[in-house]
Nanobody
Framework: QVQLVESGGGLVQAGGSLTLSCAASGRTLSSGAMGWFRQTSGKEREFVAAITWNGGRTFYADSVKGRFTISRDRARDTVYLQMNILKPEDTAVYYC????????????????????WGQGTQVTVSS
């Protein structure tokens, strides 16, 4: 079993930056991936970014390309999401997710391919 704990959410002005962290505990991550999703009230959960655990290959939603960067520290079992040039539409609850399985690239965009989820951290971008 894997437990995920997000941190780093908060309030930031438009154009600012914020870094989210997600620490994993329990099983050692190996061939899987970790990702970030976000959700606002009444809307579907949206893919943001993902990274494969060993190879470090990254995937981004079109809406955040060039602004967000996902990275991981394997020694600390932690994944990060550096968010730059934040916009009010980035406001959401951000969830960290993990899968211990390897998939073809396209599957990392799909929330249902992830087995474990954190409780979420609120990011609010003011205008």
């Amino acid at each position: 079993q894997v437990q995920l704990v997000e941190s780093g959410g908060g309030l930031v002005q438009a154009g600012g930056s914020l870094t989210l962290s997600c620490a994993a505990s329990g099983r050692t991550l190996s061939s899987g991936a970790m990702g970030w999703f976000r959700q606002t009230s009444g809307k579907e959960r949206e893919f943001v970014a993902a990274i494969t655990w060993n190879g470090g290959r990254t995937f981004y939603a079109d809406s955040v390309k060039g602004r967000f960067t996902i990275s991981r520290d394997r020694a600390r079992d932690t994944v990060y999401l550096q968010m730059n040039i934040l916009k009010p539409e980035d406001t959401a609850v951000y969830y960290c997710a993990a899968t211990l399985r390897y998939y073809s690239d396209s599957y990392y965009y799909n929330q249902y391919r992830y087995d474990y989820w954190g409780q979420g951290t609120q990011v609010t971008v003011s205008s």
